[in-house]
């Protein structure tokens, strides 16, 4: 498909469908929004169809304990190399690919980290790291957003939670970004041979830093895990090394990807950047609103556990369905006037960017936390703020993300 108004079609190959999505999810919502996908899954694009996807007991999330294995070698010799380190206890399936009860259990052992409350308490360091990187702005009179606000402030704040070490922070920001391309439908061999080595570096150097704290704990959020005792239940070290991983995997680079949409599509919208600027008041349906408008997770996977119907098509069970999250966050039936940037939109509050149900994000009031500092201190530090250059966007779908965005702040 090279054009949103040829025969609707799911194309992740497409570079301009990458590029920018929205026009090709409003074809395939309006003339195939039970999409059948030649490569292999059911795509729905209706905000209806996937609440009730995300949401359903009907559906699953662990897509290798109710899918066949995959037809391609390349796949299929990932999900047999993952098999293997979970039999040898090297890690374990991630809570984000779980499903109850197994996703009930370890959600209850480390959602106390994560309460608004428990976020909240944060603030103060993330406005002190928001902080001195806009005092650096400030005497350059530019930024390049990316590298110096978004990238680094959400992986100090995990590093901070995790108290981690800092002597080889360069080697972990790289094995996150690996194992985050792997999630991109269009990841080819190389990829994924990266993401299976980045895997087994990034495990082994946790699983020193978790033995190491074991002996030596402390007040943070790791220690806190290692000790978290729920009826005599605890985290195995699988378990944790497979939660830390998602922490900067799923937590870290969501937020990135959502400062950078965020002030980007502000900087398109001067108006809405003042009407925040001026109404600090405003900072959480600000990004509910960001979130909603192009938020980094552009899609998830549910498996249906039996034949469901959605209109006139019947989904087979134990097959991939496609939730495109980004089309549901612009379905006209749900959000009015959806394409146009609305931060006083009075139901923002209704995106599904953090999915719905037992998977809804435990990292959201993290996330929105460090996106309103960023982003609110970065437009009232700066009111004038423009840009200084094309902004660069990473050739991605899934996981949708400006990476270069040039800003002069005088």
């Known amino acids: 498909m090279t054009s949103a108004s040829t025969a609707p079609l799911f194309n992740p190959f497409d570079p301009a469908f990458r590029a920018d999505p929205y026009p090709f999810y409003d074809v395939l919502r309006t003339q195939d929004p039970v999409h059948v996908s030649p490569l292999g899954f059911t795509v729905l694009t209706r905000y209806e169809d996937i609440a009730r996807a995300l949401r359903g007991a009907e559906f699953a999330r662990d897509i290798e304990a109710h899918t066949p294995p995959p037809v391609d070698p390349v796949r299929l010799r990932r999900r047999e190399n993952f098999q293997r380190r979970i039999a040898e206890g090297r890690t374990s399936k991630s809570i984000l690919n779980l499903d109850p009860p197994d996703h009930t259990r370890l959600r209850r052992l480390v959602t106390q980290a994560f309460t608004p409350s428990a976020i909240e308490r944060l603030r103060p360091r993330v406005q002190q790291l928001v902080d001195h990187v806009l005092d650096r702005a400030a005497e350059r009179g530019s ?16 590093s901070d939670l995790l108290a981690l070490p800092t002597d080889r922070t360069d080697e972990v920001r790289d094995w996150s970004q690996c194992l985050t391309a792997s999630l991109e439908p269009t990841a080819d061999e190389a990829t994924l041979d990266a993401s299976e080595a980045a895997a087994m570096q990034m495990g082994d150097y946790l699983r020193e830093v978790v033995e190491h704290r074991r002996r030596n704990l402390g007040d943070d959020l790791l220690s806190g895990l290692l000790q978290v005792e729920e009826s005599g239940d605890r985290l195995t070290t ?67 556990l039996q034949p469901v119907r959605f209109g006139d098509v019947e989904v087979p069970a134990n097959t991939m369905v496609m939730t495109v999250v980004g089309a549901a966050n ?51 530090r700066f009111p004038d703020v423009e840009l200084a250059g094309e902004p660069r966007w990473r050739d991605r779908l899934t996981i949708r993300g400006v990476d270069h965005l040039p800003l002069t702040t005088r």
């Open 143 to 158: 930024i390049e957003l990316v590298e110096e606000l978004a990238f680094p402030v959400p992986f100090q704040v995990i």
């Open 238 to 304: 699988a378990e944790l090394l497979s939660f830390v991983v998602l922490l900067y995997v799923a937590g870290h680079e969501t937020t990135v990807n959502l400062i950078g949409n965020g002030t980007l599509a502000l900087l398109r919208h001067p108006d809405q950047l003042r009407l925040w600027a001026e109404n600090p008041g405003m900072d959480a349906q600000a990004i509910d609103e960001l979130l909603r408008y192009d938020g980094p997770v552009q899609q998830t996977v549910r498996v249906p």
């Open 330 to 380: 612009h379905d006209p039936a749900v959000f009015d006037d959806p394409h146009t940037l609305r931060l006083d939109r009075p139901n923002a509050r209704n995106h599904l960017a953090f999915a719905a149900g037992v998977h809804y994000c435990l990292g959201a009031s993290l996330a929105k936390l460090e996106a309103s500092v960023a982003i609110g201190s970065l437009i009232r």
